[in-house]
């Protein structure tokens, strides 16, 4: 943002620093001194959001036509910092449902949701815009539906409730979520990326991986999944990590659909890597009402299956292919480690300060300031290399800010579905479809909501995937005994998942574009290569030990069983354990495999048993191929 200097700033420019340096300062406030009532907290929240948005993206239509739409919305949310702010003594100590709704009430909703639903199209584009724009329809319309899904309609009163006065609409949960915590992780992130800590992340991955075999990909794994617990974006993830891993790989041996594939994998799996996880999980931790480490703790098994599975794929791929090591030729040279060692010292800080039950928002800011002394530090270390300006430092405030209104609007949004299906009991109609689809079983039970999750994580981002998905499917896994937090994780990983799953990968598609492969069949292969992260969700819905819910007993062998059906399937998917399988063998492994996510003893037993006798028999056929060699 170089462009923002006085002798090239326009106003429009300088509104944008004026408002951000606003919000910026808004929230900083909320952190140092005190939090405000949520009927004040979250508008202001996601009215200077709303700024930021129509500032920065004008409308698509230029000329006079345009400016007179933006200066309506403009309008608009001025309109509504009058309204929320003059009107708070009433807002804050009103009784919902209750006390009356008046006309300015109605007014300031629907001039909320309309300038909201615009943002909406700006930001996130026309898919999530008309996702939201039917279950409005629903609420007015819903007597025409049919019989199973019929609702009574809604009228102004109650609609107005609902939206703009109520914890269940669009200053709901969600919103206060990112008014509590999200901003300060993302400005987090940016400030941590800024100072140099996200470049040591990077550095690491590929000084550790470099020079073993099949190392570039080893190093994207690395890298892309300590880069994914700052960033919580995959595509962001792939941008960042990519363009340097990517080559590398290309260049010992890996197909570009290949290296595109492992990218869009590793990158993804950032957002369920503890300790800092995707933006998804600090919602679900407020949905749950359970503090953050307790989300974060539960996701470090999965995790670790998750990353095992790339990081053996990638070693029996190498194996099988012989990808040579990385070469001085295709080694990326990077910085020494152990000096920038303290600029870890923000994700370290941060992660204490979670960890030891501070608040989201505390934590968040006592990583900033981290940040900011590590840039410090910076100064007289290495030679200022890692050392950026004041000026630098701002820049990355003012694109934190950005993201953090990018995130705000969707957040936001979803709260217009969520208060649609409380109200309109839709998530119990839809329970009761699926119970009725799946005769009470459980599987199927799984199978349909993993569907239903995976097609709104291909059309929505993932906060808003995972919003929708727990307010429509979660009440069905609670109606058969699912417990909450397993049943919240399911939902949350098959959200995540769609980033790398056709027809609509943007992970994946990123990754090829890089690559220079084709987009479709890295796709494919992307899906191939996170099979395990298929699995996982339904294995701690049967056993939730592996979220560390039981006895160290059942949690350890659940961890065992997990890790060994890791292994047999990543050789399965791979073809290649000690030597390269058979057809029949690579079968029998992935099906051992999948053998061991039943809950049973047996099934367990028998998986183990048939992954054990493939590899004896490849050890058997290795050790002939060697005799033989010999003679």
Same mark, same amino acid.
């Given at each position: 943002?170089?462009?923002?200097?006085?002798?090239?700033?326009?106003?429009?420019?300088?509104?944008?620093?004026?408002?951000?340096?606003?919000?910026?300062?808004?929230?900083?406030?909320?952190?140092?001194?005190?939090?405000?009532?949520?009927?004040?907290?979250?508008?202001?929240?996601?009215?200077?959001?709303?700024?930021?948005?129509?500032?920065?993206?004008?409308?698509?239509?230029?000329?006079?036509?345009?400016?007179?739409?933006?200066?309506?919305?403009?309008?608009?949310?001025?309109?509504?910092?009058?309204?929320?702010?003059?009107?708070?003594?009433?807002?804050?100590?009103?009784?919902?449902?209750?006390?009356?709704?008046?006309?300015?009430?109605?007014?300031?909703?629907?001039?909320?949701?309309?300038?909201?639903?615009?943002?909406?199209?700006?930001?996130?584009?026309?898919?999530?815009?008309?996702?939201?724009?039917?279950?409005?329809?629903?609420?007015?319309?819903?007597?025409?539906?049919?019989?199973?899904?019929?609702?009574?309609?809604?009228?102004?009163?109650?609609?107005?409730?609902?939206?703009?006065?109520?914890?269940?609409?669009?200053?709901?949960?969600?919103?206060?979520? %990112?008014?509590?915590?999200?901003?300060?992780?993302?400005?987090?992130?940016?400030?941590?990326?800024?100072?140099?800590?996200?470049?040591?992340?990077?550095?690491?991955?590929?000084?550790?991986?470099?020079?073993?075999?099949?190392?570039?990909?080893?190093?994207?794994?690395?890298?892309?999944?300590?880069?994914?617990?700052?960033?919580?974006?995959?595509?962001?993830?792939?941008?960042?990590?990519?363009?340097?891993?990517?080559?590398?790989?290309?260049?010992?041996?890996?197909?570009?659909?290949?290296?595109?594939?492992?990218?869009?994998? $590793?990158?993804?799996?950032?957002?369920?890597?503890?300790?800092?996880? !995707?933006?998804?999980?600090?919602?679900?931790?407020?949905?749950?009402?359970?503090?953050?480490?307790?989300?974060?703790? %539960?996701?470090?098994?999965? $995790?670790?299956?998750?990353?095992?599975?790339?990081?053996?794929?990638?070693?029996?791929?190498?194996?099988?292919?012989?990808?040579?090591?990385?070469?001085?030729?295709?080694?990326?040279?990077?910085?020494?480690?152990?000096?920038?060692?303290?600029?870890?010292?923000?994700?370290?800080?941060?992660?204490?300060?979670?960890?030891?039950?501070?608040?989201?928002?505390?934590?968040?800011?006592?990583?900033?300031?981290?940040?900011?002394?590590?840039?410090?530090?910076?100064?007289?270390?290495? !030679?200022?290399?890692?050392?950026?300006?004041?000026? %630098?430092?701002?820049?990355?405030?003012?694109?934190?800010?950005?993201?953090?209104?990018?995130?705000?609007?969707?957040?936001?949004?979803?709260?217009?579905?969520? !208060?649609?299906?409380?109200?309109?009991?839709?998530?119990?109609?839809?329970?009761?479809?699926?119970?009725?689809?799946?005769?009470?079983?459980?599987?199927?039970?799984?199978?349909?909501?993993?569907?239903?999750?995976?097609?709104?994580?291909?059309?929505?981002?993932?906060?808003?995937?995972?919003?929708?998905?727990?307010?429509?499917?979660?009440?069905?896994?609670?109606?058969?005994?699912?417990?909450?937090?397993?049943?919240?994780?399911?939902?949350?990983?098959?959200?995540?998942?769609?980033?790398?799953?056709?027809?609509?990968?943007?992970?994946?598609?990123?990754?090829? !574009?890089?690559?220079?492969?084709?987009?479709?069949?890295?796709?494919?292969?992307?899906?191939?290569?996170?099979?395990?992260?298929?699995?996982?969700?339904?294995?701690?819905?049967?056993?939730?030990?592996?979220?560390?819910?039981?006895?160290?007993?059942?949690?350890?062998?659940?961890?065992?069983?997990?890790?060994?059906?890791?292994?047999?399937?990543?050789?399965?998917?791979?073809?290649?354990?000690?030597?390269?399988?058979?057809?029949?063998?690579?079968?029998?492994?992935?099906?051992?495999?999948?053998?061991?996510?039943?809950?049973?003893?047996?099934?367990?037993?028998?998986?183990?048993?048939?992954?054990?006798?493939?590899?004896?028999?490849?050890?058997?056929?290795?050790?002939?191929?060697?005799?033989?060699?010999?003679?």
């Amino acid at each position: 943002m170089s462009e923002y200097t006085p002798a090239k700033m326009t106003a429009r420019q300088g509104i944008i620093i004026a408002v951000s340096f606003i919000w910026i300062s808004f929230q900083f406030y909320l952190a140092i001194f005190t939090p405000l009532h949520p009927m004040l907290q979250s508008p202001v929240h996601l009215l200077l959001a709303l700024l930021v948005v129509f500032l920065y993206r004008e409308a698509e239509q230029g000329g006079s036509l345009g400016k007179i739409g933006d200066l309506a919305f403009f309008a608009g949310i001025a309109f509504l910092f009058y309204y929320f702010i003059w009107e708070s003594p009433r807002l804050t100590t009103r009784v919902a449902f209750i006390s009356d709704v008046l006309t300015i009430d109605i007014v300031a909703m629907a001039v909320c949701v309309v300038v909201l639903m615009e943002a909406v199209r700006r930001t996130m584009g026309k898919i999530l815009f008309f996702f939201i724009l039917f279950f409005i329809f629903y609420a007015w319309f819903g007597h025409h539906f049919p019989s199973i899904l019929r609702y009574r309609g809604t009228n102004l009163e109650t609609f107005t409730e609902l939206m703009t006065m109520g914890p269940d609409g669009i200053l709901g949960t969600p919103l206060y979520t %990112s008014a509590n915590s999200l901003f300060y992780f993302i400005v987090f992130g940016v400030f941590f990326s800024a100072c140099g800590g996200g470049q040591l992340l990077i550095d690491i991955g590929l000084k550790f991986s470099n020079k073993s075999s099949g190392g570039p990909a080893k190093a994207a794994i690395i890298s892309s999944s300590l880069m994914g617990m700052i960033s919580g974006s995959a595509v962001a993830n792939v941008s960042t990590t990519g363009v340097m891993t990517i080559p590398m790989m290309k260049k010992v041996g890996y197909t570009p659909e290949q290296a595109g594939a492992i990218e869009a994998v $590793a990158s993804t799996g950032g957002q369920i890597m503890p300790p800092i996880m !995707g933006i998804g999980a600090f919602i679900m931790a407020e949905m749950l009402g359970v503090p953050y480490k307790t989300v974060a703790f %539960s996701a470090i098994i999965p $995790a670790v299956a998750y990353y095992l599975s790339i990081f053996l794929f990638v070693t029996f791929i190498a194996q099988k292919q012989r990808v040579a090591k990385a070469s001085a030729e295709t080694a990326i040279e990077v910085d020494v480690i152990i000096p920038r060692l303290y600029m870890l010292l923000p994700a370290i800080i941060l992660v204490y300060y979670m960890v030891s039950g501070a608040s989201l928002m505390r934590s968040g800011m006592m990583g900033i300031y981290a940040a900011i002394g590590v840039n410090v530090v910076n100064r007289f270390v290495l !030679g200022g290399k890692y050392y950026v300006s004041l000026k %630098s430092l701002f820049e990355s405030a003012l694109q934190g800010a950005r993201q953090a209104a990018d995130i705000a609007i969707p957040t936001a949004a979803c709260g217009i579905i969520i !208060g649609i299906v409380i109200q309109s009991g839709l998530a119990t109609k839809l329970s009761t479809i699926i119970a009725g689809v799946g005769v009470s079983n459980l599987l199927i039970a799984l199978l349909i909501t993993m569907g239903g999750c995976m097609l709104l994580g291909m059309a929505l981002p993932t906060v808003a995937a995972y919003l929708v998905a727990n307010i429509l499917f979660v009440p069905t896994l609670a109606a058969l005994k699912v417990p909450a937090l397993p049943a919240n994780m399911f939902v949350f990983y098959f959200g995540i998942m769609a980033q790398i799953t056709p027809p609509v990968c943007l992970a994946s598609f990123t990754a090829a !574009g890089i690559a220079g492969g084709n987009a479709w069949k890295t796709g494919w292969l992307g899906a191939r290569y996170a099979l395990v992260a298929f699995l996982i969700p339904f294995i701690f819905v049967y056993d939730p030990a592996i979220l560390l819910m039981g006895s160290g007993f059942e949690i350890t062998k659940a961890t065992a069983v997990l890790f060994a059906g890791t292994f047999l399937l990543a050789a399965g998917m791979a073809g290649y354990v000690i030597m390269p399988l058979r057809a029949y063998e690579r079968a029998a492994l992935i099906s051992a495999a999948v053998l061991m996510i039943l809950p049973e003893r047996m099934t367990d037993i028998i998986g183990i048993s048939v992954g054990a006798a493939v590899i004896l028999l490849c050890i058997l056929r290795r050790r002939k191929a060697l005799t033989e060699a010999k003679q």
